[in-house]
């Protein structure tokens, strides 16, 4: 993974100086509330409903075992024993001290981690495959390319200040799973003739009005893909609206000019970019920072465990588990291992700073070092041996991460909700904890197979409501919390945004309807190998609808 | 309001007129865009000015054909949210070859100015910041990672050798 050199060291200790230096302003009253939140947001804290939260950034969601120690440390010294991963592939702390964001900012420092730019209208934290390395079906590791943009957008200096927050994900695989139609820009990693491109989507986005990117550019050659990043970033800077909050993300630009209009725009502004204008990054540069992404060394291994065999004919529990959290590997023997997040009766996406702890020594001991947070909210160890599987999921058991749902209706995805955030309607973690308890048997769950449920307290959408499967959005009527559910979303190549299929429910039906929506579903499918999804498809959302509100 | 260009506070000797309101015949004085445009244009006459104010609508490939007659850009910010005045800027230096002064008026913090200097802004006219301040600000950073109009180059530069 990729090491801090000097000038990455010293960018991060100059901002934690600067950070403590406008803390003690705001603390001394010199800085106005109203001047101080983009500071202390372009660092990552919000003011939210019980005390600042810090978000911190993880860099494409790549974590060494030092730095997952150090996120523990900070859960255990600054917040309560615990930490909420998010859906950004960043972790959130929500009770740490004003006046101790500094100091965890410096031990942030010391591991060569850092809070820039998680947060205010900015360009944000770059995400990416979560198998992204290891997955068999990229073309090459995105990785290096997150590090580039992550760079190149790093205190630019044009872009501090855009009209709404600006978010960018890379996949270099077919199977889109890092959800690039629902970003602001989406980057495709693909080799045309031997040369490595871009293909660049624009404008997609979820929050109160969803859109599926637009397609701008099938392949923008890898030398100038800084360049024509800078072109997007300026047309968005300059033309974006500034009048309205809810109308500033590019996405509404994209759709207000029309796709060809924005085209042109952008085409028009990158080819008047004089020659000193170009990023100019030399081949040189690209190639030292690819080889910090070079492959672990992994030993050969015979593609069949017997070791792995073994303990999957005598333990079933384990044996459900490597059917549901394994990942397969470019490398024979060796699999990429999900650590669940989404255990039943936990709020997703939450980790103690013990469980932090474990998993940082199994990705110490068993995982070449490489732990990786997906947007999907869970922990991965993208090379784990299959012969070292039994071992690495008694532990986690043990800890309470054995849950085998990966993509699994469980496995949800869900913003903090009213319980936590400022912005929201409606309560989300208690719904989500609700339906999982609908499908607390792992035999049941299995059944289901791949399904995946995203729920959001409010229409902003951090819950990723539109893109789930099955979608679940709590609105407030009244000072009554209700849910309306959306059928049909999903994120990844095949992007669809859910429709919401009717009037909301109250929070105590919303269970009992999935469950119908469910058995409907399993009653109707060809076999039990058409996913939900497919046969959602297959039949339309009409006769799911009925089966939703079906009177109980 | 201390107005600080090249590492010290200095003396205003430039006026805005606010547009409506009559030229001077002597002094330097800075004019909006539209009037600008009107003046050089040949639709107002008078005394053309050498100095602009730019809204953060204006466009700056307006102005290229003028640049070498002007001394002073100014470069409004009516909110410090609105950070489209580093796009002209960053125009003004990169693409149009602009050298003369470009300076920052209007809601201008401390914060923003490191932002500004690489963007290519020279003098700050600053609300609620001190000279001290400003100067501090402009070196919080001395490594940047992106090629800009001014302030340190490209770390991939110096990394590379090149």
């Known amino acids: ?552 | 309001m201390p107005l600080v260009k090249g590492g010290a506070e200095i003396a205003n000797d430039w006026t805005f007129v606010p547009d409506g309101a009559a030229l001077p015949e002597s002094g330097r004085f800075s004019v909006s865009f539209s009037r600008f445009l009107g003046l050089k244009l040949g639709q107002e006459n008078g005394p053309l000015p050498d100095g602009v104010r730019l809204a953060p609508v204006d466009d700056p490939a307006q102005l290229e054909p003028f640049l070498p007659d002007l001394a002073l850009i100014e470069v409004d910010f009516p909110r410090y949210t609105d950070g489209r005045g580093f796009s002209q800027a960053q125009l003004l230096r990169r693409r149009y070859g602009y050298s003369g002064e470009i300076r920052a008026v209007g809601h201008v913090l401390r914060d923003q100015i490191f932002y500004m200097h690489r963007s290519g802004f020279t003098a700050y006219e600053t609300r609620r910041a001190t000279v001290s301040e400003v100067l501090e600000a402009l070196a919080e950073f001395t490594e940047a990672y992106q090629p800009a109009a001014d302030g340190p180059g490209a770390a991939f530069r110096k990394r590379t050798g090149a």
């Not at chain 1, 629902?182 to 929050?207: A, T």
């Open chain 1, 1 to 552: 993974m990729y090491r801090y050199d000097q000038f990455d060291a010293r960018i991060v200790q100059e901002r934690v100086a600067q950070f403590r230096g406008q803390v003690a302003r705001r603390l001394s009253g010199e800085l106005l509330e109203d001047e101080f939140k983009p500071l202390r947001l372009q660092n990552g804290v919000y003011l939210q409903l019980h005390a600042y939260m810090l978000r911190i950034a993880i860099p494409y969601g790549q974590l060494s075992p030092v730095q997952l120690r150090r996120l523990a440390e900070i859960a255990r010294d600054y917040d309560r024993g615990f930490g909420h991963f998010t859906t950004r592939q960043n972790i959130q702390f929500n009770w740490v001290a004003l006046k101790d964001i500094p100091d965890v900012l410096e031990k942030l420092a010391e591991v060569e981690m850092h809070a820039i730019q998680t947060s205010g209208n900015c360009i944000r934290n770059t995400t990416t495959d979560h198998f992204a390395g290891a997955a068999q079906d990229e073309v090459l590791d995105p990785r290096a390319w997150c590090e580039i943009i992550r760079q190149w957008s790093t205190f630019h200096p044009e872009f501090a200040f855009l009209p709404r927050k600006f978010k960018i994900a890379v996949t270099a695989a077919e199977h889109d799973r890092a959800a690039i139609r629902v970003h602001d820009v989406g980057l495709h990693i693909r080799r045309k003739d031997g040369q490595v491109g871009f293909e660049v989507h624009v404008g997609g986005g979820q929050g109160r009005t969803p859109h599926i990117a637009a397609l701008v550019n099938p392949f923008v050659p890898e030398a100038q893909i800084l360049d024509y990043l800078e072109a997007i970033m300026r047309v968005y800077n300059r033309y974006g609206r500034r009048d309205n909050k809810y109308k500033a993300r590019i996405k509404i630009l994209v759709s207000e000019l029309g796709e060809a209009e924005y085209i042109r725009q952008v085409e028009e502004e990158f080819a008047a970019q004089r020659p000193g204008e170009k990023i100019d990054l030399p081949a040189s540069e690209v190639a030292r920072i690819h080889a910090y992404f070079a492959p672990p060394a992994l030993a050969a291994r015979p593609a069949l465990s017997k070791t792995l065999e073994a303990a999957k004919a005598a333990d079933p529990a384990f044996a459900r588990w490597t059917r549901a959290n394994l990942h397969p590997h470019k490398v024979a023997g060796y699999a990429s291992v999900t650590v669940s997040l989404k255990p039943l009766g936990v709020a997703p996406g939450d980790a103690t700073d013990a469980q932090m702890m474990l998993v940082a020594d199994l990705g110490e001991k068993y995982g070449y070092g490489d732990i990786r947070v997906s947007h999907a909210q869970n922990l991965i160890l993208p090379h784990v041996a299959l012969d070292d599987l039994p071992v690495v999921y008694a532990a986690l058991d043990a800890a309470g991460l054995g849950a085998a749902n990966e993509s699994r209706i469980t496995d949800m995805i869900v913003c903090p909700g009213l319980d936590y955030c400022n912005l929201a309607n409606a309560r989300s973690i208690p719904v989500a904890l609700a339906v999982q308890k609908v499908f607390a048997d792992p035999a049941y769950e299995e059944d289901i197979g791949k399904l995946h449920i995203n729920v959001s307290g409010c229409i902003n959408a951090c819950g990723h409501h539109h893109v789930g499967h099955i979608g679940i959005l709590g609105v407030d009527k009244k000072g009554e919390e209700f849910y309306q559910i959306l059928l049909g979303g999903r994120a990844d190549e095949k992007a669809a945004l859910g429709e919401i299929v009717g009037p909301g429910l109250k929070a105590d039906d919303v269970p009992a309807a999935i469950h119908r929506v469910v058995e409907f579903y399993r009653a109707e499918r060809t076999s039990p190998a058409e996913k939900f999804i497919d046969t959602l498809e297959r039949l339309g959302h009409a006769r799911f609808q009925e089966a939703l509100y079906a009177a109980g």
